[in-house]
Each structure stands twice: as structure tokens, then as C-alpha cells.
């Protein structure tokens, strides 16, 4: 069974980090490029960052660059996403997600399979 799970949310004050992490499980997605979305109560998802199979490519939504960091372990079959400078507008349910194919996706549908989720809530 293949399972994405994150890990790593919580609740910080504004100007502070947290780091998640997606780990895989029940196959390897080492050839796959990986994504983290975020999603607020009545909104769609909401692209956050993505990473190409190999990290050496990364992509990021406007309202995160320079703050967010995507990275990936292959050989631990795991993403992480180091957020810094955390705002109250970045309070949402993140998840991480495996594309179908090796190179960067910005979308939804481009994705296979998805973790469960995991909350981070940012206090002013």
C-alpha cells in the first residue's frame, strides 16, 4: 500500500518556523517529482512548492519564495519543507503529493497520490 505521510505541523507565533516532512512508503518515488499543496477551510488547494526528482530543480508559489524551502532525501524516500517567516495567512492543512512523471507541477490533478495532511497554524 503506498502512503504519503506528513509530519512536522503544530502551532507557531508569527516570525517562526516549522519544518514538515512527507515520508513515503510501499514504493520508492525517487524518479517522481514531489509537491507540497495547502488548503484553508472552503478554498481549493492551493499550490505551495515542488521539487523535480533529482532536487536540483525547485519552484515555488509567490506568496512563499523566499520564505519556504522544498528539499528532498532520496534515500530516505522523503520531502521536507523548512518554513520560515511564518504569517497568519499560512495557516492551513499542508499535504504533500507524488506527480505522475519526473519534472515540476504546479497543479492538482497532476498528482497521484497525496498524504493525509498535517495542520499548521500561525498566531499573530
Known amino acids: 500500500q503506498v502512503q504519503l505521510v506528513e509530519s512536522g505541523g503544530g502551532l507557531v507565533q508569527a516570525g517562526g518556523s516549522l519544518k514538515l516532512s512527507c515520508a513515503a512508503s510501499?514504493?520508492?518515488?525517487?524518479?517522481?517529482?514531489m509537491g507540497w499543496f495547502r488548503q484553508t477551510p472552503g478554498k481549493e488547494r492551493d499550490f505551495v512548492a515542488a521539487?523535480?526528482?533529482?532536487?536540483?530543480?525547485?519552484y515555488y508559489a509567490d506568496s512563499v519564495k523566499g520564505r519556504f524551502t522544498i528539499s528532498r532525501d532520496n534515500a530516505k524516500n522523503t520531502v521536507y519543507l523548512q518554513m520560515n517567516s511564518l504569517k497568519p495567512e499560512d495557516t492551513a492543512i499542508y499535504y504533500c503529493?507524488?506527480?505522475?512523471?519526473?519534472?515540476?507541477?504546479?497543479?492538482?490533478?497532476?498528482?497521484?497520490?497525496w498524504g493525509q495532511g498535517t495542520q499548521v497554524t500561525v498566531s499573530s
Open positions: 503529493a507524488a506527480r505522475r512523471g519526473s519534472g515540476l507541477g504546479s497543479q492538482p490533478g497532476q498528482h497521484e497520490y
Open positions: 510501499g514504493r520508492t518515488f525517487t524518479a517522481n517529482a
Open positions: 521539487i523535480n526528482w533529482n532536487g536540483r530543480s525547485t
